[in-house]
């Protein structure tokens, strides 16, 4: 398979300060456990308003940004979740909420949107204990992602992405999902895939301050044993044994291992038959600087007229050779039957995750420039590693522990 060269994607250009998504965190509380899961289910832990709007002013004060991220815990068990979103809105931001979307009912879907919902993101895998789907593989899984899709088509105007924890029983599939959100390409807009993590404690040890500590406390040190060390590239070799089209255009790198691949953005570019290819990284860069030029932020989550519109792409072929590819591949495709110049092309986004990467000597690289920074004491945090934060006061610092086999990659 061929190998990713970072030097050739275009380096996204979030920051901390300045970036296309930020993290709000209005519960911990949820209705579900994912196996690896980064947040420990916290009962009766829903903020206030006061609460909510406090973190919402702490990301105003510190980081321009373009939508916020509602999640958890599950968002949609807080009571006044459509006042969250309402609360956000008001500000000019798009609220995007992260589910499972096991509490989702008709009546809060509408009011969600009449208070300004801009999308939907829902956390879908087979290692959940998602009530009435024990056991069900990931492909049988597709049946309960249609549910929740053809639910917010029927609305209408809402951003509709899927995510899903890759384990590696479950990498094989990664595939199915992406063919599955292929042939809803009116209905799905984003996918993402994110490489599952652990804390693995025969390996290191964890030290807060300089006391060192045991880490069975948190979440993240139940799962059971597996594989933790998935990468992006991994991720990217499964889907384009089925996709040969899929090349990735952008990424983010880790703060200690810059050639790695946190964050990896694909933007694929079909109709529900297939992908005639990927968009470059020279459109990624149009897109993100021009909408940082002409709206002072970076582009995010885009209503679902802007993906039914990957005809207009095919302008840009001239700067972009991933759109000169899209539209030489559309049009012999064209050629060979013309019923297919009266469907619409669709753009579809696809982002690899891969959280953090533990180095042999102990250091942790984490996502730099992360989009799901979340607020903490009215800090900026990393939200993947929050419960640390609230256990131990701070960030943990590991050691590879004498004797044993060093790995490069503990927890999330």
Known sequence: MKKLDHRKLYRLPWSVTDNVISWLEPTKECNIYCDGCYSANAKGSHKSLAQVRSDLDVFERFRQTDAVSVAGGDPLVHPE???VVRMIASRGLKPVVNTNGHGLTPSLLRDMKAAGLAG???????????PGWKGATE?????????????????GGISCAFNATIYEKTLPFAPDILDWAKRNADKVHVVVFIAFRAAIQEQFAYFAGEEQVEVKGLTYTRAAPQRTDIDAQEVVDVLRARFPEFEPAAYLNGTEAPDSFKWLMTLLVGDRE???GSAGPKFVELSQVWNHLVKGRYLGYVPPSAHASGRSL?????????IRRIAAAWGRAVARNPFKAARPLHLQSVMIIQPVDVLPDGRQSMCDSCPDMTVHEGQ???SCRLEERLKYGELMRLRPVAGRRKTEDAPT
């Open 139 to 155: 492909v049988e899984l597709n049946e309960l992602r249609q549910e929740y899709a053809d639910r917010v088509a029927e609305v």
């Open 314 to 322: 095919l302008a840009l072929s001239a700067i972009d050779p991933g």
């Open 120 to 130: 939907f993101t829902f956390h879908v895998d087979s290692l959940q204990t998602r």
């Open 274 to 276: 297939r992908f005639y």
């Open 380 to 382: 900026l945090v990393w």
């Open 81 to 83: 979740i459509v006042e």
